[in-house]
C-alpha cells in the first residue's frame, strides 16, 4: 500500500495563477482532510470530506475550493493565488468511526509570489 | 472551544537526555488526545494516543498519561537520541468530530 500520496511536491505560483493539488489514498478510508502548515501555527484545517461526493468547510478556508468525486481522492483547488497561500499543504485521511490514527501524506509546498 | 497549548521550542538537549514536552488541552467533553512526530521533510505520524482519563500511551520510549485533572498530555522519553530530532505536536478529537486540534508544534533538537 502507498499510503496517501500527494501530487505535486512542490509548486512556485506567481499572484493570481491557479492550480489542484491532489491527494489520492489506497486504504479505503471514508474520511479526508487538508491541512496548511505554517510557522508557529501548527496545522489548521482548511476543508475535510466524510465521504464520496461531500466536503465541509474547516477552519481557514477562505481562498480553497475542494471535490471529492472518487472515494480515493480529495483534491483541493486555488482559483487565485495569493502570497498568503504560501504554505505547506498535507493531506490525510482516516477510516470512519475510529480514534485511528490519521495517516498523512508527504506535503506540497508551495510558494506564491 | 477546543484548543491545545504546547510549550514553544526549540527545545535543546544533547544525547541521553531526559525531555519533557508540555501539552495542555481546552474541550469540553472527553476528547482523546495525541501526539505526532514530524522528522524533518516528512508529513506528520502518529506516535501515541490516549482515548480515556488515565490512559497512558507509550510508543518507541515515549510516553504520556492523559490527566484529566490538569488537562494535561506531558510527552516524556527518559534517555533521548540524536534520531529523536524532529518537531512534536499535541493534538485532540472530540467524539464523533473526527477533526484534530492541533498544537502550535515543539521543536527537538537532539546533540551528539
Known amino acids: 500500500n502507498a499510503g496517501v500520496t500527494q501530487t505535486p511536491k512542490f509548486r512556485v505560483l506567481k499572484t493570481g495563477q491557479s492550480m489542484t493539488l491532489l491527494c489520492a489514498q489506497d486504504?479505503?478510508?471514508?474520511?479526508m482532510y487538508w491541512y496548511r502548515q505554517d510557522p508557529g501555527m501548527g496545522l489548521r484545517l482548511i476543508h475535510y470530506?466524510?465521504?464520496?461526493?461531500?466536503?465541509a468547510k474547516g477552519e481557514v478556508p477562505d481562498g480553497y475550493n475542494v471535490s471529492r468525486l472518487k472515494k480515493q481522492n480529495f483534491l483541493l483547488g486555488l482559483e487565485s493565488a495569493a502570497p498568503s497561500q504560501t504554505s505547506v499543504y498535507f493531506c490525510a485521511s482516516i477510516e470512519q468511526g475510529s480514534y485511528n490514527e490519521q495517516f498523512f501524506g508527504p506535503g506540497t509546498r508551495l510558494t506564491v509570489l | 472551544g477546543n484548543s491545545v497549548t504546547q510549550m514553544e521550542g526549540p527545545v535543546t538537549l544533547s544525547e541521553e537526555a531526559f525531555l519533557t514536552i508540555n501539552c495542555t488541552y481546552t474541550?469540553?467533553?472527553?476528547?482523546?488526545l495525541f501526539w505526532y512526530v514530524q522528522y524533518p521533510g516528512e508529513g506528520l505520524q502518529l506516535l501515541l494516543k490516549?482515548?480515556?482519563?488515565?490512559d497512558k500511551g507509550s510508543n518507541k520510549g515515549f510516553e504520556a498519561t492523559y490527566r484529566k485533572e490538569t488537562t494535561s498530555f506531558h510527552l516524556e522519553k527518559g534517555s533521548v537520541q540524536v534520531s529523536d530530532s524532529a518537531v512534536y505536536f499535541c493534538a485532540l478529537t472530540r467524539t464523533g468530530f473526527q477533526k484534530l486540534v492541533f498544537g502550535t508544534g515543539t521543536r527537538l533538537l537532539v546533540s551528539p
Open positions: 490516549a482515548t480515556k482519563a488515565d
Open positions: 474541550a469540553t467533553g472527553y476528547p482523546s
Open positions: 470530506s466524510v465521504g464520496e461526493g461531500t466536503t
Open positions: 486504504m479505503n478510508h471514508e474520511y
